[in-house]
C-alpha cells in the first residue's frame, strides 16, 4: 500500500522486522531508501490508522516482514502474512490496513511500468491475479534489492531490479506462459561482459559499456549472466572488488585507502560489503590473518 507521499514513479528478510519503524503511538511511520529513475523503494510500518482507498500509476511488489496486512483489492479483502509477497498493478484501486492490533510493517518497490516494458521487450504488460504470493514466490535476487534498501541503486542494479520484477510478474501471470528465461544463453556475449568486469573491477563501468561490450540490452545482460555464472553482474563485480581490497590489505595499505584502490565509495561502504560477504569487518580481518 502507498500513502499520497511522493510522486509515482543474503541474511533473512525476517531480520528486517527489528529495523522496522516505531508505531508505538499509532499512525504511518515511513521511511524511502535509495532508488533510481522510475524506482523507488519504501520501508513502512502502520499502527491504527488505514491507508485510504487509492492508487498509483506503478507495479508495487512487497514483503510483508511484520505482522498482518489487510487491503481490499479487485473486490475483494486480502491478508498478506510475515514472509509473504504482493504485487499491486498500475491504477488499481486498494486501501491497507493492519489486521490486529499490533499493526504491520513491510518494505516495497514502485517500479514503473515503462520500465517492465523495456526488460519484456515489447510484449504486453502481465498481469496477476493473485496478489499474495507464497514466501517462495519471488527469488533471492529480489529479495536482496528490499533487504538493502538505503544503499543507491546504479544503472546496472536498477537493470537487474528491473528484470527480476519482470521475470516475477511474467511467472506469475495468467494466460500464456512467459518465454521469459527460455532462451538460449549467449555465452561468448556474457564471456566478454564478465572479462569486463574482471579485467577492471575497480571502475563502475557505466551500463552502456557491458551494452556494447555484450551486443546485448541490459534486461538480457542482467537476466542471462545470473543464468551463465549462478550470480548477477554486480555482485560478480563486488566479489572482485573484496578480492582486490584484500590483496591490497595484506600488502599493508590503510583502510581507507584500500577503499578507494578497489572502487568502494568510502571506507564504510567497504566495510558493509565486507562483513556482508565475510562476516568480519576488515579491521578484524586483518588481526585474524596478521
Not at 518497490?109 to 504486453?124: E, H, I, S, T
Not at 495468467?174 to 573491477?201: E, F, Q, Y
Not at 590503510?254 to 562476516?279: C, I, N, P, W
Request: neutral net charge.
Amino acid at each position: 500500500m502507498r500513502a499520497n507521499v511522493g510522486r509515482p514513479g543474503t541474511g533473512s528478510l525476517e531480520s528486517l522486522c527489528d529495523r522496522l519503524p516505531a508505531t508505538s503511538s499509532g499512525g504511518h511511520r515511513l521511511r524511502f531508501g535509495g532508488g533510481a529513475a522510475g524506482i523507488e523503494r519504501l520501508e513502512a510500518a502502520l499502527r491504527g490508522e488505514a491507508f485510504a482507498p487509492h492508487r498509483h500509476d506503478t507495479y508495487a511488489i512487497g514483503v510483508t516482514l511484520a505482522g498482518v496486512q489487510t487491503f481490499r483489492y479487485r473486490g475483494e479483502q486480502r491478508h498478506c502474512l510475515p514472509g509473504e509477497w504482493h504485487v499491486l498493478h498500475p491504477d488499481e484501486p486498494h486501501d491497507g490496513a493492519p489486521g490486529t492490533d499490533d499493526g504491520f510493517g513491510y518494505r516495497i518497490v514502485y517500479l514503473d511500468p515503462a520500465l517492465v516494458q523495456d526488460a519484456l521487450g515489447g510484449r504486453p504488460l502481465p498481469f496477476v491475479p493473485d496478489p499474495v504470493l507464497r514466501p517462495d514466490g519471488p527469488d533471492r535476487a529480489l529479495g536482496g534489492f528490499l533487504r538493502h534498501i538505503d544503499e543507491p541503486l546504479d544503472e546496472l542494479e536498477a537493470a537487474e531490479l528491473t528484470s527480476a520484477i519482470a521475470d516475477l510478474l511474467a511467472r506469475h501471470a495468467g494466460g500464456p506462459r512467459s518465454r521469459t528465461g527460455k532462451a538460449a544463453l549467449d555465452l561468448a556475449a556474457l564471456k566478454r561482459v564478465r572479462a569486463l568486469l574482471l579485467d577492471d573491477p575497480a571502475t563502475r563501468h557505466p551500463v552502456e559499456d557491458l551494452e556494447r561490450v555484450a551486443g546485448l540490452d541490459r534486461w538480457t545482460v542482467a537476466r542471462q549472466f545470473r543464468a551463465a555464472f549462478g550470480t548477477s553482474p554486480t555482485r560478480f563485480r563486488t566479489m572482485r572488488r573484496l578480492d582486490l581490497a584484500r590483496s591490497l590489505m595484506r600488502e599493508g595499505h590503510r583502510l581507507s585507502e584500500v577503499a578507494v584502490l578497489a572502487g568502494f565509495a568510502d571506507q564504510s561502504h567497504l566495510t558493509r560489503m565486507f562483513k556482508r560477504t565475510y562476516g568480519l569487518t576488515p579491521a578484524a580481518w586483518q588481526s585474524a590473518t596478521a
